[in-house]
């Protein structure tokens, strides 16, 4: 039966070919939306599995605001429970960038902490920032590739010169985009005074994250508390009204392509309904005519999905490449993604196959056969 | 054994056969509608026909010649009445089965030829046989077999486009014969085709029911009726006389 459905295909080439492209371009949209959408995820898994053991505490007037102050993190480190507390700033690299995706940003930590900020993400090169270090910073590796530099190479940040004392490993997190800084430094070029963009309470061993977080909002006055449950919360409801929109664009675009194969096989249904008569007069069965169409369909829906992930992949991997330069992952093609859009693409062309070859089906014989 | 002896021998086999009645219809009607009119296409046909048997059927325009012919090879159901083959009351099976029956009982042969454009005269008798579930290998050398019984051994990969309109009615046949049907059912066989096709033709349904293969054709040639064992007038959907 294979043979015929091949048959029938290459008999009406211009038009399948068409089909094929419709239903690739829906997967092309499949595979770029959702790479970016996978890309976003795997760094948020990333970044929080780096950072799921801290406790965030914000100034109450406002989440992500600059309005906590240093001194709070000595009032949340004698919370019972909190090992250890420390004020972060975090502030866009580049002037007028946003702290969004894919744009750097510096952070400001007391220097003796890098490495337990950073923790366990190791340096590649160089070292963590230490005790004493002013003008000095450590580098995510988007940083690095980015502005093409290195340990011992000088980077400009608010009109100042920092010194490279390491680049951090690649962790496809947000770490990647990062240079650290001292606080206090921090605090200086962006003109912050004592203020930081929130403080990081780390919970002694056995402690709960969630219960500690509680208990910090009460014992602290003007904080609030975001705990690592709270904040992977917060976090996925971003992220899924990001993929909700993403794939759905890109399903959207995929269904149109359904359609198209709708109707190209409602067409070749239409032109062929005498050669059903014919075949139905030399015994075909139901189940052959409805093979032999939705079979059609789903081949499409399978070339279809080869070529729109083909097509995907090059895009991908070109602007990928293209980014890199920037410092900026913005794409990933998981196997999942892969997986998923292959299904999708022959689920696709079998259910738009299914009603032009149920209509081949009921088709009368004698009517068929009449057909001119 | 001479060659006489052995003629006579398969004339009496022919005969012996010619004796079982291989197709009965009894009381059939058809009323269609055409708008709000009713037609009465068949009034009542009773019908039988041996095994062997090489019969025609004719009648004018709109006599119900096609419809029998529709009704016997199971593409239409009648309204009343009931046909068997073989014995079976094929009028009385499941939906279901009638492709089977179909496959093992009818052979066509349309007017039109009615073969696919795309497959070549091996193709075209082939494909017959694939809704039989029979193996590729068994179908080659069936399809290859009655083709070359039909004088089309060497046309064998040639399209429909590629051959004359009498080779074509000939792969016709060859495929209403690959899966060795209890009947040929042959509408108009000769109605697209020139004289000299004509008589190929009929000489080779005659080869064929004097081999014990039964074949009813519908025709508007009175020189193809006359060349058959008998000859069913319908006039208003009924069998003249009976």
């Known amino acids: ?372 | 054994m001479n060659k006489a002896s052995k003629a006579n021998k398969a004339n009496k086999a022919a005969n012996k056969a010619k004796t079982d009645i291989i197709l009965q219809t009894r009381g059939l009607k058809e009323t269609y509608m055409q708008g709000k009119v009713p037609i009465h296409a068949l009034q009542g046909v009773d019908l039988q026909v041996k095994r062997g048997e090489l019969i025609s059927i004719v009648g004018p325009s709109g006599s119900g010649k096609s419809t029998l012919l529709s009704i016997i090879g199971m593409l239409e159901t009648p309204t009343e009445g009931e046909v068997f083959i073989d014995g079976i009351e094929v009028t009385g099976v499941k939906m279901k089965e009638i492709p089977r029956l179909r496959r093992e009982k009818i052979g066509f042969v349309f007017q039109h030829f009615n073969l696919l454009p795309a497959l070549t005269a091996l193709g075209n008798v082939e494909i017959a046989m694939r809704f039989a579930r029979v193996h590729k290998k068994e179908r080659i050398r069936r399809a290859t077999e009655v083709l070359t019984e039909m004088g089309l051994g060497d046309r064998l990969n040639h399209k429909p486009s590629e051959l004359s309109g009498g080779e074509q009615q000939r792969v016709s046949i060859a495929r209403a014969l690959a899966n060795k049907p209890s009947i040929i059912l042959a509408d108009e066989p000769t109605g697209e085709v020139d004289t000299k096709t004509r008589d190929l033709i009929i000489g080779i349904l005659r080869r064929l029911s004097d081999g014990g293969q039964t074949v009813i054709v519908v025709t508007h040639d009175t020189w193809v009726a006359e060349r058959t064992d008998r000859v069913i007038r319908l006039v208003d959907g009924m069998v003249e006389g009976a």
């Open chain 1, 1 to 372: 039966m294979f043979d015929i459905i091949l048959r029938n295909l290459s008999q009406r080439k211009v038009r399948t070919a068409l089909t094929i492209s419709g239903i690739a371009l829906g997967i092309f949209a499949v595979i770029v939306m959702g790479s970016m959408s996978e890309n976003f995820n795997q760094t948020f898994e990333t970044s929080f599995s780096l950072t799921a053991d801290k406790i965030r505490v914000f100034g109450s007037s406002g989440v992500f605001g600059g309005s906590v102050t240093t001194s709070k993190a000595a009032e949340v480190r004698k919370v019972p429970g909190v090992k250890d507390a420390y004020g972060l700033l975090m502030a866009p690299l580049e002037e007028g960038g946003g702290m969004s995706f894919g744009g750097n940003q510096i952070v400001g930590l007391p220097p003796e902490k890098s490495q337990t900020v950073l923790e366990p993400v190791q340096v590649s090169e160089g070292r963590f920032l230490m005790r004493g270090d002013r003008y000095e910073t450590v580098i995510g590796t988007s940083v690095a590739t980015q502005y093409k530099i290195g340990v011992g190479d000088r980077i400009e940040i608010q009109d100042k010169y920092f010194t490279v004392v390491g680049v951090l490993e690649y962790t496809g997190s947000f770490f990647d985009a990062t240079a650290a800084v001292p606080l206090d430094i921090a605090q200086d070029v962006y003109d912050m005074g004592d203020m930081v963009s929130m403080i990081f309470a780390i919970p002694e061993e056995g402690v709960d994250g969630d219960l500690l977080a509680k208990r910090i909002k009460l014992s602290v006055d003007g904080v609030d508390t975001l705990s690592p449950s709270e904040l992977e919360e917060e976090a996925r409801q971003s992220l899924m009204i990001f993929s909700v929109i993403t794939i759905s664009a890109a399903v959207l675009a995929a269904i149109i392509g359904g359609l198209s194969v709708m109707n190209t096989m409602l067409m070749s249904v239409m032109e062929r309904t005498k050669e059903f008569g014919i075949l139905k007069a030399l015994g075909a069965e139901r189940r052959d005519i409805l093979i032999m169409t939705v079979g059609e369909a789903a081949i499409m829906g399978l070339l279809g999905g080869l070529l729109g992930l083909a097509c995907g992949w090059v895009v991908v991997y070109g602007m990928n490449l293209w980014l890199a330069e920037k410092g900026i992952v913005l794409f990933l093609i998981t196997p999942r993604l892969v997986v998923i859009g292959m299904l999708f693409a022959i689920l696709l062309g079998t259910l738009s196959g299914i009603y032009p070859a149920l209509r081949a089906t009921r088709m009368s014989p004698m009517e068929a056969l009449r057909y001119e």
